[in-house]
């Protein structure tokens, strides 16, 4: 007689494993520096990676140049598919717009470079090697 045991939805969950399972950092040791750095705050606060989250905290994720408000929803011990992790949480519309016009001031940032189709040759490379000098100037 085979009984199959009740899938337990946890009360709390630690930070860094929540983060993982959010797929906010692609493994633990990621999300647990990213924490140690400073990047991820509860309610305005610095935390520790073993800190416990639960429902309706509110989070604070700087990843690259992209920063999230979110609030937590679900609580998961076991990594899922994208899916799955949305549900996790709900991001303010606040910083998504504000994400969103980053992402976009970048993009058009970076529209007007375009890189050599080379590398410089040994002439080039002096004439740079000028310039550099003139700005110690």
Known sequence: MNKKAAIEIPNTVRIDL???VARFYKTR???KQA??????EIDGQALKAS???K???????????ESFVIEVTGLSEKRGSAA?????????EASRLKRETERERRKMENAGYQAPPT??????????????DLDML
């Open 18 to 20: 929540w983060l993982w």
């Open 119 to 132: 590398k410089p040759d040994k002439r080039a490379r002096r004439l740079i090697n000028a310039l550099g």
């Open 84 to 92: 799955v992790a949305q549900t996790l949480y709900i991001e303010s």
């Open 29 to 31: 040791s990621l999300a």
């Open 55 to 65: 429902l309706s905290d509110q989070l604070c994720i700087k990843r690259g140049q």
């Open 35 to 40: 924490i140690e750095t400073g990047k991820v």
């Open 51 to 53: 800190r416990l989250i």
